[in-house]
């Protein structure tokens, strides 16, 4: 690494006490690789001792902030609350002289999916990578197994649309089955990326880690996005219902229009993802 970027962590958490000491092992282990650190923790209506493990963890820190956001779980819709709490920590980015003179911003979400040890070499690889290609935006990890985040993943060939509206087309088009749908859908599309492939361009990714370009993310016209209109018909009048949808992928069209890429890092691996069984009714919860 020629020149030591100055790297911004933001996170989110709630109820992730038990996986913050592996958690903040990743942090620091990155932080290594940084000349200068910042960190900006979103946390909301946690039960278990979260916020005071991230209080401790953060009072020998530098450039440290934390958010405590108490309420927003009376907000049902999930995507909504992640909207909410992701712009939250572009805002005060945005909003901080200092944090705006940062290179990178890695964002990580703060509970089982960010335990996993990564390796530093990779991460090091990745940092370079964003660092020296100018027109690389962000680049996300991989993890062995299935490929963890189907639903913020865009690729115009792989994955070109929202694989559980996908899934809720399938039943109001053939009325069959929320697991025949699934299997003729969603399931067509998991991935399973080898770690030697060569990068992957793709529209959207995230996987519980983004490292972004941060002059990408200060010009992004694009903010976080939970939820859409959708038109469930249109004869004889029209019908539609608001639905939730996977926040990332707004904020990454934004970086696209720029004329930026996205990739996806076959050889950076975060986790192991061993899951056999998704919902395939978990479609009916978007609504709203």
């Known amino acids: 690494m020629l020149t030591k970027p100055k790297i911004i962590f933001a996170g989110l958490a709630q109820n992730c006490a038990q996986y913050l000491p592996d958690v903040f092992k990743n942090i620091e282990n990155i932080s290594t690789l940084a000349s200068e650190t910042a960190f900006i923790f979103v946390e909301n209506d946690s039960s278990d001792s979260t916020k005071q493990a991230i209080t401790q963890w953060g009072s020998s820190k530098n450039n440290f902030k934390f958010i405590s956001l108490d309420g927003l779980n009376q907000v049902k819709m999930r995507t909504i609350r992640l909207e909410f709490l992701r712009n ?166 934004g970086l696209r229009m720029a004329g930026k890429k996205l990739v996806i890092f076959p050889s950076l691996i975060n986790g192991v993802n061993d899951r056999v069984h998704t919902n395939p009714s978990f479609y009916r919860s978007l609504p709203f």
């Open 88 to 253: 939250m920590y572009l805002e005060v980015i945005k909003a901080d002289e200092n944090f705006r003179s940062f290179d990178v911003l890695v964002v990580l979400d703060m509970d089982d999916v960010s335990s996993f040890q990564i390796e530093m070499e990779k991460l090091t690889d990745a940092i370079n990578l964003l660092q020296n290609q100018e027109d690389v935006a962000a680049v996300f990890p991989n993890q062995i197994g299935r490929y963890y985040d189907m639903w913020a993943f865009r690729h115009p060939k792989l994955c070109p649309q929202d694989v559980w509206q996908e899934v809720s087309e399938y039943v109001r088009l053939h009325h069959c089955s929320d697991q025949e749908a699934f299997d003729n859908t969603f399931a067509k599309k998991i991935l399973v990326i080898d770690i030697n492939s060569e990068l992957i361009e793709v529209e959207s990714a995230f996987g519980g880690l983004g490292l972004y370009k941060m002059k990408c993310v200060l010009t992004n016209p694009n903010p976080y996005l939970g939820s859409k209109i959708k038109i469930l018909d249109t004869h004889p009048q029209i019908n539609f219902c608001k639905t939730q949808i996977c926040e990332h992928v707004h904020f990454h069209e």
